[in-house]
Structure formats: structure tokens, C-alpha cells
């Protein structure tokens, strides 16, 4: 399948400017080295891919956001061409002052919550390298900046074998997020092997979800995510996910973005189906 027919809804665009990061989760598939561009290579891609397409929103992502180099530049830049911007982040190097000097450039704050507890954490790998995990205290504290700020939050939880039996809907339920999505953890061939014992059946995918049903997730299955998602990885080329197995196009530095996007595949359809009910 490629995406010759795509529509011209605008569309979410994920940059994944940086794969730093300070955290150590074991399913993660970054390689956490240097950022590879400079922010005059993020503008080319920037413009690259807003002339190309209508963009709705570019979502920063990683690695970890907030531990690439110019995350402030990359939100100043995309609101400068008056295009919706959001970030998602592990949330261990957000603060509340990030947060309030964010306020009106920033439309959505997404937070990644895997372990309910700090035990979890840890046996997930969500800790940084002097042993700190985030608390749940502190969660909160960060969601109360969010919504005082008036920007949208976004959380979401990749079911994994540690976390799979339990009941986040206390946690959930204090931070009142606008969407909660779930997302199965997944393997991706010489990328992230070290959490393969993390996988999920899908009865349990399936029994996590129906657990927290009256909480309302956006349940996003291992289909759901296959060619559904845009994605610019930190060389500035774009991802395809189509063989569960990453392939990437040529760099969107020096290639025009339509030449580039015809060759992945993309599905419309499963696109649609993911936004069409997000803000
Ligand atoms: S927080 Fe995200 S980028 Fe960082 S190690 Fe975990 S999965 Fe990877």
C-alpha cells in the first residue's frame, strides 16, 4: 500500500527530532545518540513538510523531548508559523515553570505512564540513570500545571507484562487527562529485543482495556499502528513501520517532502480512524 491517494485533511505530524533520553525503558527502541541536525536543518524539514501538506499540528517527540537541544527553539519556530504544537514526554523533565512559559504555544502536553508505582518503574526501566523515577505526587503536580495553563493532556500507557494486572483508574482519575490511550508494547526486530519479555497476549491487552472501560481509553491495537502514524525520525527521514521492521526514506533536509511521502506506506483510513475523534 502506498499513500499516492492521500487526502488533504490536514494532517499530525510526529517529529521525532532527538532520540536522547534519559530514561532506560527496556522495551525502547531509540538509540540515544547525539542529536544528528541542527536546528537550521529542523526549519528546512519544518517548511519542507508545511509546504507539501497542510499540517495540523507537529507533535516533538523522541527519545525524550525534553533532553534534545533546542526543544525551546523547535516550539518557538513551529508557533511562529502559526502550526499547532505538542509534546510528548516522559515527564521526568518537565516542570511547572516549562509548563506556564509554554502557555499559548504549547496546545497539548502528552505524558507516557507505564509503571503504577515506583516498583513497576523500575522493573519497566522507567528510571533515569541516578536511580530517580517520576512519582506519582509529582504526576500530579504536572497535571494540575497542564490544565491550569489550558492546554490539553494527553496520557498514555503501553500495556506491558509488568503492569498488565493493574488498576490505574486512581491515578488516571486524579490527573484527569482529555485522552487516555493505550497502546500494546510492541517488538520491532533489532531495535528493542531486551523487552521482548515484556510483550502482552492479546487476552491480556484485551483484559487490561476492559478494566479500565469505564474510564473511556482510546485503545490502540498493534493494527491500529501499522502505516497509521507520519513520522519523521531524528535524521529527518520518514519512518514506515509497514513489516513491523523500521524502513526510512530519504532525509526531508534536502528531498521535498511529496517525493519522499509517496514512498512509504500509509494508511488513510487507519489515520482517520485515530484522529478523527482527537482534538
Ligand atoms: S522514555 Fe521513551 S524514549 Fe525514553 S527510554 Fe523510555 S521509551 Fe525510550
Given at each position: 500500500?502506498t499513500?499516492?491517494?492521500?487526502?488533504?485533511?490536514?494532517?499530525?505530524?510526529?517529529?521525532?527530532?532527538?532520540?536522547?533520553?534519559?530514561?532506560?525503558?527496556?522495551?525502547?527502541?531509540?538509540?540515544?545518540?547525539?542529536?544528528?541536525?541542527?536546528?537550521?536543518?529542523?526549519?528546512?524539514?519544518?517548511?519542507?513538510?508545511?509546504?507539501?501538506?497542510?499540517?495540523?499540528?507537529?507533535?516533538l517527540?523522541?527519545?525524550?523531548?525534553?533532553?534534545?537541544?533546542?526543544?525551546?527553539?523547535?516550539?518557538?519556530?513551529?508557533?511562529?508559523?502559526?502550526?499547532?504544537?505538542?509534546?510528548?514526554?516522559?515527564?521526568?523533565?518537565?516542570?511547572?515553570?516549562?509548563?506556564?512559559?509554554?502557555?499559548?504555544?504549547?496546545?497539548?502536553?502528552?505524558?507516557?505512564?507505564?509503571?503504577?508505582?515506583?516498583?513497576?518503574?523500575r522493573?519497566?526501566?522507567?528510571?533515569?540513570?541516578?536511580?530517580?523515577?517520576?512519582?506519582?505526587?509529582?504526576?500530579?503536580?504536572?497535571?494540575?500545571?497542564?490544565?491550569?495553563?489550558?492546554?490539553?493532556?494527553?496520557?498514555?500507557?503501553?500495556?506491558?507484562?509488568?503492569?498488565?494486572?493493574?488498576?490505574?483508574?486512581?491515578?488516571?482519575?486524579?490527573?484527569?487527562?482529555?485522552?487516555?490511550?493505550?497502546?500494546?508494547?510492541?517488538?520491532?526486530?533489532n531495535?528493542?529485543d531486551?523487552?521482548?519479555?515484556?510483550?502482552?497476549?492479546?487476552?491480556?491487552?484485551?483484559?487490561?482495556?476492559?478494566?479500565?472501560?469505564?474510564?473511556?481509553p482510546?485503545?490502540?491495537?498493534?493494527?491500529?499502528?501499522?502505516?497509521?502514524?507520519?513520522?519523521?525520525?531524528?535524521?529527518?527521514?520518514?519512518?514506515?513501520?509497514?513489516?513491523?521492521?523500521?524502513?526510512?526514506?530519504?532525509s526531508?533536509?534536502?528531498?521535498?517532502?511529496?517525493d519522499?511521502?509517496?514512498?512509504?506506506?500509509?494508511?488513510?483510513?487507519?489515520?482517520?480512524?485515530?484522529?478523527?475523534?482527537?482534538?
Amino acid at each position: 500500500m502506498t499513500n499516492a491517494n492521500i487526502n488533504t485533511d490536514s494532517k499530525v505530524v510526529n517529529l521525532h527530532y532527538t532520540d536522547r533520553c534519559n530514561y532506560l525503558c527496556r522495551f525502547c527502541h531509540c538509540r540515544f545518540q547525539k542529536t544528528p541536525l541542527g536546528m537550521d536543518d529542523w526549519k528546512k524539514i519544518i517548511d519542507n513538510i508545511a509546504s507539501g501538506i497542510p499540517v495540523r499540528r507537529f507533535n516533538l517527540a523522541g527519545g525524550e523531548p525534553l533532553a534534545g537541544e533546542y526543544i525551546q527553539k523547535m516550539i518557538d519556530y513551529i508557533e511562529g508559523k502559526g502550526i499547532e504544537c505538542s509534546i510528548i514526554t516522559n515527564g521526568s523533565l518537565l516542570t511547572p515553570d516549562f509548563i506556564r512559559s509554554n502557555q499559548g504555544k504549547l496546545q497539548m502536553i502528552g505524558i507516557s505512564i507505564d509503571g503504577l508505582d515506583d516498583e513497576d518503574n523500575r522493573r519497566i526501566g522507567r528510571i533515569d540513570r541516578h536511580g530517580n523515577t517520576l512519582s506519582n505526587e509529582r504526576l500530579l503536580e504536572l497535571a494540575r500545571a497542564i490544565h491550569a495553563a489550558g492546554m490539553r493532556l494527553k496520557i498514555n500507557t503501553v500495556v506491558n507484562a509488568v503492569n498488565c494486572q493493574k488498576d490505574f483508574s486512581p491515578l488516571i482519575q486524579g490527573l484527569m487527562p482529555d485522552r487516555w490511550k493505550l497502546l500494546r508494547m510492541l517488538h520491532y526486530e533489532n531495535a528493542n529485543d531486551n523487552g521482548r519479555n515484556l510483550m502482552v497476549t492479546d487476552e491480556e491487552f484485551q483484559t487490561f482495556a476492559k478494566r479500565h472501560q469505564h474510564l473511556h481509553p482510546v485503545v490502540e491495537d498493534t493494527a491500529d499502528m501499522v502505516n497509521s502514524y507520519i513520522v519523521v525520525n531524528p535524521q529527518g527521514r520518514i519512518l514506515t513501520n509497514s513489516a513491523v521492521r523500521f524502513q526510512a526514506t530519504e532525509s526531508l533536509v534536502n528531498h521535498p517532502f511529496r517525493d519522499e511521502f509517496i514512498k512509504v506506506s500509509f494508511d488513510e483510513n487507519a489515520y482517520q480512524k485515530r484522529y478523527k475523534s482527537a482534538s
